[in-house]
């Protein structure tokens, strides 16, 4: 079970993308908050990521220049290096897992990034019904491709669920697959699933804050357990892109008002680590 689960990582980048919405939509619309310039946005997203962004790439950066030295050849070399550093990779699924493959899902955040300012206002002057509505569209929107893409998959059922050799061979070439997996278009709907979020969760009534909502998070984060135990439950290219969405929006918005999390957060030693 406990080798299932870490096999099921992944996953935590559709709850990072949610997530991501959510608590910029909170810092920048919440008590307190600061007015959305986009110049300023983008400058203050830049010096948070970038520096460390830079540091992943320079530690793998024996590695990636092994490979042109092994096969890939100086040019190919050459045009990863610029997208990479760009922070473009993810729109070419063929060049997402160059360099430092994890970084593909920033080359995703940073294309959030640019959208935010443009669309955090309009889904906030929605109504909390159609806030509600349009992360159910979001969520029918997030996995249609993938569904699609099982159906009419050039590959067998088997090698969709047990992600073999054959499935990475096919991520790594850039085909279908990849472009649902790594481009930012297919990835958007858990980002804007993740403000429409955010405003609910601004626009709530003050007596939400229940234990009502610590059984929420403990449910919500049971039934992720136990469905992420159970093995090749369902395609890899479904379970990527967005099928646990409504899950991830339940423990995002209820552990946010959960005061029994509020007080284990409030631990000086976890203060500290997240200052750090």
């Not at 990521?49 to 092994?66: H, Q, R, T």
């Not at 990034?113 to 969520?139: D, T």
């Amino acid at each position: 079970v406990v080798k299932d689960l870490a096999g099921t990582g992944y996953v935590a980048v559709s709850l990072f993308f949610v997530l991501s919405g959510f608590i910029l939509t909170y810092a920048y619309c919440g008590p307190g908050a600061p007015r959305v310039a986009p110049r300023a946005f983008y400058a203050d997203r830049f010096a948070r990521i970038y520096p460390v962004y830079a540091l992943s790439l320079l530690l793998a950066a024996p590695f990636f220049l092994a490979g042109a030295l092994h096969g890939r050849g100086i040019a190919r070399t050459a045009v990863e290096a610029g997208a990479v550093a760009t922070l473009v990779q993810a729109h070419v699924p063929s060049l997402a897992l160059s360099w430092n493959p994890p970084a593909w899902s920033l080359s995703v955040e940073f294309f959030f990034y640019f959208l935010f300012p443009f669309l955090l206002g309009p889904i906030g002057r929605l109504s909390r019904a159609r806030q509600a509505v349009l992360i159910a569209s979001l969520f029918a929107l997030s996995i249609a491709p993938s569904l699609i893409y099982c159906i009419v998959n050039p590959m067998p059922f088997a090698a969709l669920t047990a992600i073999d050799h054959t499935y990475w061979q096919a991520l790594e070439s850039g085909g279908w697959v990849a472009v649902l997996n790594f481009n930012p278009l297919f990835r958007l709907p858990e980002f804007v699933s993740g403000i429409a979020l955010g405003w609910l969760f601004l626009s709530r009534r003050t007596d939400s804050r229940n234990h009502g909502l610590d059984w929420a998070a403990g449910i919500s984060a049971a039934a992720l357990l136990v469905f992420l135990a159970v093995p090749n439950l369902l395609p890899y290219p479904v379970v990527h892109n967005g099928v646990l969405l409504p899950a991830w929006c339940v423990l995002i918005y209820s552990l946010a008002g959960s005061k029994l999390f509020e007080r284990l957060l409030s631990w000086k030693a976890l203060i500290v680590l997240g200052e750090a």
